[in-house]
Nanobody, 123 residues
Framework: QVQLGESGGGLVQAGGSLRLSCAAS????????MGWFRQAPGMHREFVAA????????YYTDSVKGRFTISKDSAKNTLYLQMNSLEPGDTALYYC????????????????WGRGTQVTVSS
């Protein structure tokens, strides 16, 4: 059974940093693209960042470029999101997702999803 488990969320002041982790289990993800999405209250879920597990190609939404960095540890089957210079607008529930198709994942069509970890940025 495939499981994606997010951790690392919390409350931080504007300008601060957090690192999210997503532990993946239940299968090998070498042919997958994995990524992060977020959903703020009353808003649609939006794409944040993604990385191809094999080649390491990275994708970011414009609003986080230069502030967030996505990375992976293949040996640990773990995905990370380093978030710096956090802003109140980054407040959301952050989800980890995986898909065989990069195009599908970037469209929000993941094959697997975690349950999310809450990030709250105070002003």
């Amino acid at each position: 059974q495939v499981q994606l488990g997010e951790s690392g969320g919390g409350l931080v002041q504007a300008g601060g940093s957090l690192r999210l982790s997503c532990a993946a289990s239940g299968r090998t993800f070498s042919n997958y693209t994995m990524g992060w999405f977020r959903q703020a209250p009353g808003m649609h879920r939006e794409f944040v960042a993604a990385i191809t597990w094999r080649g390491g190609s990275r994708y970011y939404t414009d609003s986080v470029k230069g502030r967030f960095t996505i990375s992976k540890d293949s040996a640990k089957n773990t995905l990370y999101l380093q978030m710096n210079s956090l802003e109140p607008g980054d407040t959301a529930l952050y989800y980890c997702a995986a898909a065989v198709s990069s195009a599908n994942l970037l469209r929000g069509q993941g094959d697997y999803w975690g349950r999310g970890t809450q990030v709250t940025v105070s002003s």
